[in-house]
C-alpha cells in the first residue's frame, strides 16, 4: 500500500455520461497531481494542486475538471465521455521535497 | 522537442545481466530527477530520487545524472525475473513542481 487512495479501481460507463474519481493522498502530502495514462501511452500530466489550489495543468480537455478539498482529497470529473477517454487514471502525492508516490490508479472503460 | 526523451525499448537481457535504461532531456533547468518501475498496468512505484548531479546507489540499483549532457541513466545489477517491467524516468526544475516523465521503457529479464 503504497498510503495513495484511489476509487473507484474500475469503473465501466457509457459514452456521453460523467463520471467522479476520488483520490486521497498521503498523509501530509499536500501535492496531488492527476495522470492519464492510455494504452501504450506514457504519463500524461493533467493537473496538479497545492493545498487546494490549482498549480499547474497540463493537458487537461475543457470536459475535464478537479478539484482539491480542504481535507486535501482530490476529485477528478470526466464528462461527455468518449470513447477514447477509456484509460488508466492515477492520482499521485507528494511532500514539499521529494518525490511522488502513485495510487494504483482508477481503470476507466467508456463503452 | 519533447522534454523527455526514453527509448521504449523492448530490451531483452539473461538473468544476471548488468541493465543500464537512459533518459535525455532538453530543459537545462531540471534538477529533481526519478526513476519509476511500473509492472503491468500498476500504480508507478519510486525506485530512485536524485537531485543534481552525481549517483546514487540503493541496493541492486545505481542512479547516475550528468547535467552537463543532459543525460540520466539507472543501473540494475545481478537483473531477476521480477525486474521485468517497464522503468519510467522523471524529472523537475522544483521540488513540488510538476515532474515530467519519459515514455517508459520495457525490460524483460529472461531466466
Known amino acids: 500500500d503504497s498510503g495513495v487512495t484511489q476509487t473507484p479501481k474500475h469503473l465501466i460507463t457509457a459514452t456521453g455520461q460523467r463520471v467522479t474519481l476520488r483520490c486521497s493522498p498521503r498523509?501530509?502530502?499536500?501535492?496531488v497531481y492527476w495522470y492519464q495514462q492510455s494504452l501504450d501511452q506514457g504519463l500524461q500530466f493533467l493537473i496538479q494542486?497545492?493545498?487546494?489550489?490549482?498549480?499547474a495543468k497540463g493537458n487537461i480537455l475543457e470536459r475535464f475538471s478537479a478539484q482539491q478539498f480542504p481535507d486535501l482529497h482530490s476529485e477528478l470529473n470526466l464528462s461527455s465521455l468518449e470513447l477514447g477517454d477509456s484509460a488508466l487514471y492515477f492520482c499521485?502525492?507528494?511532500?514539499?521535497?521529494?518525490?511522488?508516490?502513485f495510487g494504483s490508479g482508477t481503470r476507466l472503460t467508456v463503452v | 522537442q519533447k522534454e523527455v526523451e526514453q527509448d521504449p525499448g523492448p530490451l531483452s537481457v539473461p538473468e544476471g545481466a548488468i541493465v543500464s535504461l537512459n533518459c535525455t532531456y532538453s530543459n537545462s533547468a531540471f534538477q529533481y530527477f526519478m526513476w519509476y518501475r511500473q509492472y503491468s498496468r500498476k500504480g508507478p512505484e519510486l525506485l530512485m530520487y536524485t537531485y543534481s548531479s552525481g549517483n546514487k546507489e540503493d541496493g541492486r540499483f545505481t542512479a547516475q545524472v550528468d547535467k552537463s549532457s543532459k543525460y540520466i541513466s539507472l543501473f540494475i545489477r545481478d537483473s531477476q525475473p521480477s525486474d521485468s517491467a517497464t522503468y519510467l524516468c522523471a524529472m523537475s526544475a522544483n521540488t513540488g513542481n510538476q515532474f515530467y516523465f519519459g515514455t517508459g521503457t520495457s525490460l524483460t529479464v529472461i531466466p
Open positions: 498523509s501530509g502530502d499536500l501535492s
Open positions: 494542486y497545492y493545498n487546494g489550489e490549482e498549480r
Open positions: 499521485a502525492s507528494s511532500p514539499p521535497v521529494g518525490g511522488y508516490t
